[in-house]
């Protein structure tokens, strides 16, 4: 799901808001809650960080603000789907939670990742960056020795 402004995320929250009512009164499509509440996540956060990382179009104080309203709302939909879980398939909901707690994991794990990489990338620019000095350096004394030796 790609989401391009507050005002985008705040219509897809009220359908699934109006999906989580249907679920709520027929017992039936939670499993489809839970991919469009799931895809809504991934969404935000890429909006997010999309909007953070711009610099033609920053987030402003007013977008953070709705922002993290709609975090707040998107938390509270995990609970209702987490709360329908409970009552229709407990077992599923255990999935969930394996699941979620996985990925979870899996996401901190890449993180690190990410952390070690721009570390050793750091470190070898500042190798090359040394290299290429000493290099510079040995190359002017090496040519000013010549001068000096052969110069006259």
Not at 15 to 21: D, E, K, R, T
Not at 87 to 92: E, I, W
């Amino acid at each position: 799901m790609v989401i391009e402004s507050i005002a985008a995320a705040s219509a897809t929250l009220s359908a699934i808001n109006g999906l989580i009512s249907q679920v709520n009164e027929t017992g039936q499509g939670v499993h489809q809650v839970m991919g469009m509440i799931s895809d809504f996540g991934e969404g935000i956060t890429e909006f997010e960080a999309r909007r953070r990382q711009s610099t033609f179009k920053p987030l402003t104080q007013n977008e953070i603000l709705k922002l993290q309203m709609l975090k707040r709302q998107y938390d509270r939909h995990w609970q209702s789907v987490h709360d329908l879980l409970l009552v229709a398939d407990p077992k599923l909901l255990d999935d969930f939670k394996a699941a979620k707690k996985q990925q979870e994991l899996d996401r901190q794990a890449h993180l690190k990742m990410i952390a070690q990489k721009a570390k050793a990338r750091r470190h070898l620019t500042n190798q090359i960056l040394v290299g290429g000095t000493t290099f510079v350096v040995g190359a002017t004394i090496i040519v000013m020795a010549f001068m000096i030796v052969f110069g006259n």
